[in-house]
């Protein structure tokens, strides 16, 4: 790779060197046994510097920083963290300095793309997810005895696994945004015809190396040991912002493999192709571990109470800041999962325990939304109840049943402007046309609401829109896939049955 862009216009560049020189010094010199605490002060020292320049959050420090070496003086650091096998050995550097470590590692990949390209095809990224199964699995008990795992080791839940977990998904999120096609235009400077050429195998580089890198994890057990971590939970977050922040984390990293996963595979650009092939492995493990154990936490942690024993369970009328970042970051996960394979996705969630958990937990966040404003969280279940309702008669009866007002008729009870506002009136109209239509039941419920000629009018006007990107609008550009076309109608109810739909949504039912 050659580095188009050397960080030359950072104002820090000099000083940037010289840290990481530093940092690489203090490592050389260090014999094996625990670190003097002089040794430990100037190595604390060194990276307070790095991460003042770095918050800065200027993407020529961050490439200045990794062109100077600091990247890989930080594996350094991170390797030494490796022989502590067992949790009684002291570490040879005090976690709070392994902490700023991962922290300025952070720093120096978000959002910077060059870095991120870097970090995946250096290989650096697999001493980092290597470190993270390293760590995950020295604190989770093995299946044998992990009876709902309730024994995980709560110094898991402390700043080094929680900070890969972070890098892990910020650089993941920002190869997604960044990756080499056509349709993302990368964050680097014009290229020239010569480079141009050069493009397509750069893309096959990346597309094998991203596939190369999931088969990776997933082997190496990250899925299962996720699983085991995610089970583990069995209660409230809101007291504990350390557990909020690693699972949201760990479920950001789950969401980055899938969405990942579906833009290297490639597979042409439509959730509803059934010409599925996923050779990482990825959907297999997911679909083994029944999406990792996410809604299981999620249901516990929102409920208070496990899916086995729903009777415990308390719905809560709202919820705090930690625990609404945790159910943003699993729907997108479940989201992503969606997209990569809708059928799976549906049968997961529709199986028997697990359908009434998510109908739980969409109900619920429904109400919390109702009275605290969160949109990217009302969006993000409005969404995934699309993704489960489509061509799926059984899990659209799940959302018109339990308790009223039902999962349905809260959707129906959005407020005016999910109605009369064009961008929101796209986010919740094609989930309305999933979940009913070829339904009777349902659209009965959502006449009692609304006039079923508002969604045929709506389907007509996406099939008139001239250049309506035909399967070619799931085009992940921004953080997440970007948010308009992951709306659009076409990604989330199968075109060819727009005529259809259309007709059925006009037609009087008799009462």
Excluded at 97 to 125: G, H, M, P, Q, R
Excluded at 229 to 254: I, R, W, Y
Excluded at 343 to 365: D, K, N, W
Excluded at 479 to 498: H, I, M, T, V
Aim: proline content about 5%; charged content about 15%.
């Amino acid at each position: 790779m050659e580095t188009r862009n050397s960080g030359s216009d950072s104002p820090y560049k000099a000083k940037l060197q010289r840290l990481a020189k530093d940092l690489l010094k203090q490592l050389q010199v260090q014999d094996s046994g625990t670190w003097a605490n002089n040794k430990v002060s100037a190595l604390d020292r060194t990276l307070g510097e790095i991460t003042r320049i770095l918050e800065k959050e200027n993407v020529a420090d961050q490439i200045a920083f990794q062109v100077a070496g600091g990247l890989t003086a930080l594996e350094h650091i991170l390797q030494v963290v490796v022989p502590a096998t067992n949790m009684n050995t002291v570490s040879r550097i005090p976690p709070k300095s392994v902490c700023s470590a991962i922290n300025v590692y952070n720093l120096a990949c978000n959002n910077c793309s060059e870095n991120c390209t870097d970090v995946l095809f250096s290989n650096k990224i697999t001493f980092l997810m290597d470190l993270l199964i390293h760590q995950l699995t020295v604190y989770v008990p093995d299946e044998n005895n992990a009876i709902l795992g309730r024994n995980t080791n709560k110094q898991l839940f402390e700043g080094l696994t929680t900070g890969l977990l972070k890098v892990s998904a910020v650089v993941l999120g920002c190869l997604i945004a960044s990756r080499p096609d056509g349709n993302s235009r990368p964050a680097t400077p014009k290229m020239s015809t010569q480079e141009m050429k050069n493009k397509p195998l750069q893309g096959d580089a990346f597309n094998s190396r991203v596939q190369d890198l999931i088969s990776y994890v997933v082997n190496m057990g990250l899925i299962d040991t996720l699983h085991a971590c995610f089970l583990s939970v069995q209660g409230p977050v809101d007291e504990n912002p350390k557990m909020a922040t690693f699972l949201q984390h760990a479920a950001g990293l789950l969401h980055g493999m899938c969405t990942l996963c579906f833009a290297v595979t490639g597979r042409s650009y439509s959730i509803f192709d059934n010409n599925r092939q996923d050779p990482t492995g990825l959907t297999a493990a997911l679909q083994a571990t029944d999406l990792a154990g996410v809604l299981h936490m999620l249901y516990c942690v929102l409920f208070h109470g496990t899916i086995s024993d729903p009777s415990t369970a308390s719905p809560k009328e709202s919820y705090t800041q930690n625990t609404t970042q945790v159910a943003i970051q699993s729907l997108r996960f479940f989201n992503s999962f969606a997209a990569l394979d809708l059928p799976a996705f549906q049968s997961i969630v529709g199986a028997e325990g697990l359908s009434l958990a998510f109908r739980h937990m969409a109900s619920s966040l429904l109400g919390h939304c109702s009275q605290v404003s969160c949109e990217s969280l009302l969006h993000e279940v409005i969404v995934c109840v699309g993704y489960f309702t489509v061509n799926h008669p059984d899990n659209q009866v799940i959302v018109q049943s339990g308790r009223h007002p039902t999962v349905l008729q809260k959707l129906c009870q959005l407020p005016f402007q999910y109605f009369s506002d064009p961008r929101l009136i796209k986010v919740l109209f094609p989930s309305l046309i999933a979940a009913c239509y070829n339904n009777r039941q349902n659209k009965v419920i959502l006449e009692q609401e609304m006039s079923c000629v508002l969604l045929a009018t709506f389907i007509q006007d996406f099939a008139q829109t001239p250049g309506q990107p035909d399967n070619q609008s799931y085009q992940p550009k921004g953080k997440y896939p970007d948010p308009q076309d992951y709306l659009e109608l076409a990604n989330r109810f199968p075109q060819q049955a727009w005529e259809e739909a259309r007709q059925f949504f006009l037609k009087k039912e008799k009462k």
